[in-house]
């Protein structure tokens, strides 16, 4: 059975903190691994890794992804109280499953001033 | 441009009751897609629809029936309602099946007592 688990489930850091987020994963067919974001409603795209894009980087956020080992990484530099949320890393798939993506559980996000 | 919209906001049902989720895109997306998020759970995939005219089953399909009703609507309907089926629901929209970065509208928070 696929599986997306994602670690720690929830964190409290303070503001200037740099936190690291985990995601590992276990799915057939792996096409590209994706993380958003999601304050109070609608998850928020942030990156997109795949075999020919393994580190990605915006501002203070960057990921990278191991491919040998099956995990990624998200690393938040300098954090703000605005950096609270849920960190969704989810996986799309090819083959039967093309376009799918399966989801991780989350990880829940506090950053204090 | 309004994103992926979805209608309503909230919703209180009674065992039993049916209702229909609405959701539409303006992105002309080929691909639209209905997860549900619990606590602890992340997002679980219920149904897509790759393409205008298919739709096919996601890993929670059980007590929900979709349509596809052109390419810029996609409805997901409750026949019979169940309190286990008490969540947050969210649409999605992506290119086609091969760009795997999604689109979110707001969700809907349903409530079954």
């Known amino acids: 059975e696929d599986k997306v688990v994602q670690s720690p489930l929830s964190l409290v850091v303070h503001e200037g903190d740099t936190v690291t987020l985990n995601c590992s994963y276990e799915?057939?067919?792996?096409?590209?691994l994706l993380w958003y974001k999601q304050e109070k409603k609608a998850p928020t795209f942030l990156f997109m890794l795949t075999s020919s894009g393994i580190e990605k980087k915006s501002g203070r956020l960057s990921s990278i992804l191991d491919k040998k080992e099956l995990f990624s990484i998200l690393n938040i530099t300098a954090t703000q109280t605005g950096d609270s949320a849920i960190y969704l890393c989810?996986?799309?798939?090819?083959?039967?499953?093309?376009?799918?993506?399966?989801f991780g559980q989350g990880t829940i996000l506090t950053v204090h001033p | 441009n309004a994103g992926v919209t979805q209608t309503p906001k909230f919703q209180v049902l009674k065992t039993g009751q049916s209702m229909t989720l609405q959701c539409a895109q303006d992105m002309n997306h080929n691909s639209m897609y209905w997860y549900r998020q619990d606590p602890g759970m992340g997002l679980r995939l219920i149904y897509y629809?790759?393409?205008?005219?298919?739709?096919d089953k996601g890993e929670v399909p059980n007590g929900y029936n979709v349509s596809r009703l052109n390419k810029r609507e996609f409805s997901l309907r409750l026949e019979s309602a169940a309190p286990s089926q008490t969540s947050v629901y969210f649409c999605?929209?992506?290119?086609?099946?091969?760009?795997?970065?999604?689109?979110f509208g707001p969700g809907t928070r349903l409530t079954v007592t």
């Open positions: 799915v057939t067919n792996f096409r590209s």
């Open positions: 629809s790759a393409s205008e005219g298919t739709t």
């Open positions: 989810a996986v799309g798939r090819g083959g039967t499953s093309y376009g799918k993506l399966t």
């Open positions: 999605a929209s992506s290119w086609t099946g091969t760009s795997y970065e999604q689109y």
